[in-house]
C-alpha cells in the first residue's frame, strides 16, 4: 500500500472522527439548551401554580355560594307559594265571614221595626251593611 493512500485513508478517518465528535458536541449542546429551556418553563410554572390555585379556590367558592343563593332562592319562592296560598285561605275566609255579617245586619234590619230597607237608606254603598242602632 502506498503511503498515499495511507494518508488519504488517515485523513478522511481523522475527518470522519472530526464530524463525529463535532456532531455529538452540537447535539448535547443543544440538549443542554433544552433542559435548561424546560427548566425555565418550570420554573414559570411554579410561580403560577400559586396564583392559578387562588383562582380555582375563588372559582369553586363562587360556585358555592351560587348554589347556596339558588337553595335559597327555591327557598324563598316555596315561602312565597305557600304565602300566597295562605292568603286566598284568608281571603276566602274573609268573603265568608263578610257574607254571613252581611246576613246578620239583613236580620237585624228584618227584625227592627224602626229600620228602612237597605235600598233606600241614604249613603249606603253596595257591599257595606247599614247599623242603624
Do not use: C, Y
Not at 32 to 48: M, P, S, Y
Not at 97 to 104: M, N
Not at 113 to 133: I, L, V, W, Y
Amino acid at each position: 500500500m502506498s503511503t498515499t493512500v495511507a494518508i488519504v485513508i488517515i485523513v478522511v478517518v481523522v475527518l470522519v472522527v472530526l464530524l463525529v465528535a463535532g456532531a455529538w458536541v452540537s447535539m448535547r449542546k443543544r440538549r443542554e439548551h433544552q433542559r435548561a429551556e424546560a427548566k425555565g418553563i418550570r420554573d414559570r410554572a411554579a410561580e403560577r401554580e400559586f396564583e392559578v390555585g387562588r383562582r380555582e379556590a375563588r372559582a369553586e367558592e363562587t360556585a358555592a355560594k351560587s348554589r347556596a343563593a339558588k337553595a335559597e332562592g327555591e327557598i324563598k319562592a316555596a315561602q312565597a307559594e305557600q304565602l300566597s296560598q295562605q292568603a286566598h285561605v284568608h281571603r276566602s275566609e274573609a268573603a265568608d265571614s263578610r257574607t254571613e255579617l252581611d246576613k246578620e245586619w239583613e236580620r237585624a234590619d228584618k227584625v227592627d221595626p224602626d229600620s228602612k230597607p237597605r235600598e233606600k237608606q241614604q249613603g249606603a254603598e253596595p257591599g257595606q251593611p247599614s247599623r242603624n242602632p
